[in-house]
């Protein structure tokens, strides 16, 4: 991982999942146009950080995984010299992560990194504050100027070709019907609206003969609901699962809509520019839904909504969701398709 050393060169450092890295879009593409011209490194995992890599953000890589970064939470004992060469060779660091880490932040200022910004990647739930703000004062507290665009996801060509062959593939597309992607899942079935509904709302899509609606899978869906691809199989719909996240962008690009929970990829979606309808239940979307003039929310409002965690999980009846209508989630979706 060693990699020449570059007198100017900045390094992000990303602890997080998929939905986080995405909620804190707006910070590093702020970032990336304050350091135009001087090369990013961004460490992380790498699964997710592929979304970003040649694509806008970083140059450059790297797995915080890997045993050397191990060094920096051993307070007693010294950094080897060529991990503490490398880490001094940056300029500056940004650290997103849920919690100030200070251990980690100490093992960079020992290693000679002496400049670590620290920007929280969830938002201040018991302040109530939203995360774009945070971080909006953070930035511009350094004298970075917080800029706002329709779009923070940046598939490249390749990513648009193989994702194009993809759904040629798995979809037999043609030109006459625009793709509509359906994603019934998240990382907490709590938050999922009932798939059957979701099956409604497809067909109801489709039947005039407007656009062409299929379902994205991935891992966690399988995990969790084993006879999901099953129930959407059975009424006829394609289902595309578990892509790379560059491949996953460029489907989502060539789509005209998107449908989904409150989950990783609906951020993803919504940061790709293209119309997108997400349905919130026991979360709270003033903190976590994502932003944009293509983007449509739904919330029930009912008074037990959004909930805590303990709530949330011990919920029978899920009402919140439940009270979200087919008749609701189809309108907000064919009036960002009308638009």
């Not at 090369?39 to 890997?66: D, K």
């Not at 991990?83 to 880490?101: C, D, E, G, M, T």
């Amino acid at each position: 991982m060693i990699r020449e050393l570059r007198k100017e060169s900045i390094l992000i450092i990303h602890q997080g999942a998929l939905g986080d890295l995405i909620l804190s879009l707006p910070a590093l593409y702020s970032l990336r146009l304050f350091y135009q011209g001087i090369p990013w490194t961004m460490a992380g995992n790498l699964e997710i950080l592929s979304l970003l890599h040649n694509r806008v953000y970083a140059q450059e890589i790297v797995s915080i995984h890997q045993k050397e970064w191990a060094w920096l939470y051993q307070e007693k004992m010294a950094i080897p010299d060529p991990f503490r060469n490398y880490l001094s060779s940056f300029q500056k660091a940004y650290l997103l992560s849920a919690h100030q880490p200070e251990i980690l932040i100490r093992g960079l200022n020992r290693a000679g990194l002496a400049k670590v910004l620290w920007i929280p990647s969830l938002p201040d739930v018991e302040q109530r504050t939203s995360l774009q703000l945070v971080q909006r004062e953070i930035l511009e507290s350094q004298n970075i100027p917080w800029i706002e665009s329709g779009k923070y996801v940046f598939p490249t060509q390749e990513d648009l070709r193989e994702a194009h062959d993809f759904l040629s593939h798995h979809l037999k597309i043609d030109d006459k019907l625009p793709l509509f992607a359906i994603h019934p899942g998240s990382g907490s079935p709590h938050k999922n609206w009932a798939l059957e509904r979701f099956l409604e709302v497809a067909s109801e899509l489709l039947r005039p003969n407007r656009v062409k609606p299929f379902f994205l899978l991935g891992p966690v869906e399988d995990e969790v609901s084993n006879g999901m691809a099953g129930m959407i199989e059975a009424e006829g719909f394609p289902i595309i699962r578990n892509m790379t996240l560059p491949v996953l962008a460029g489907v989502l690009s060539h789509c005209t809509g998107y449908l989904g929970n409150d989950s990783g990829v609906s951020h993803l979606a919504a940061a790709l520019g293209i119309l997108t309808t997400v349905l919130f239940g026991p979360t709270n979307p003033s903190f976590w839904s994502p932003k944009g003039k293509t983007v449509r929310i739904l919330a029930s409002g009912i008074p037990c909504a959004p909930c805590d965690r303990a709530t949330m999980q011990s919920c029978i009846t899920k009402k919140c969701l439940a009270d979200l209508t087919v008749h609701q989630v189809l309108e907000a979706c064919e009036c960002l398709i009308s638009n």
